[in-house]
């Protein structure tokens, strides 16, 4: 089981978040911000839905730490 983050609207640990979730599941990868907020809602990383700018702007980093081309792009 996936633990729960202990936040409401700390963008710091979403980062934290996406690394885990793209490490054991890597076809989360591919989505766009609006599927991973109720992604991460669904498998109990959070106790609510995150604001979407900020997974959005978290995106880019995760995604370049498993492919450093995705993040030039």
Not at 38 to 62: C, K, P, Q, W
Request: one cysteine or more; glycine letters at 2%; charged letters at 30%.
């Amino acid at each position: 089981m996936c633990p729960v983050y202990p936040i409401e609207d700390d963008s710091c640990e979403i980062l934290p978040m996406l690394r885990e979730l793209f490490s054991r599941r890597p076809e989360a990868r591919y989505l766009v911000a609006w599927e991973l907020q109720s992604l991460l809602f669904l498998l109990r990383y959070t106790d609510g839905l995150l604001n979407e700018n900020d997974i959005d702007s978290a995106l880019e980093v995760a995604r370049s730490d498993f492919d450093p081309e995705a993040g030039a792009a």
